[in-house]
């Protein structure tokens, strides 16, 4: 590392946060809104997977659809 960069260095061993004081998001920040909504949408999908995957299933075993 040159000296350079070796100054430009920030010490005190981690790296700054800048937070405003009393400026706290529940919902939290942009990226984590967008990680809950493409879990909540995984989800959804993962259950309309399961529900078609059923439906196939009963009409192979010659069984009713349980929604239908």
């Not at 004081?21 to 493409?38: D, I, K, N, V």
């Not at 995984?42 to 009409?59: C, D, F, G, Y």
Request: aromatic letters at 2%.
């Amino acid at each position: 590392m040159s000296e350079e960069m070796m100054a430009a260095a920030p010490s005190g061993g981690g790296a700054s946060r800048n937070r405003t004081a009393g400026m706290f998001h529940p919902e939290g920040s942009e990226a984590t809104r967008q990680l809950r909504e493409q879990a909540r949408r995984r989800r959804e999908a993962e259950a309309k997977l399961q529900l078609h995957l059923m439906q196939t299933h009963n009409k192979v075993a010659g069984k009713p659809d349980p929604v239908h």
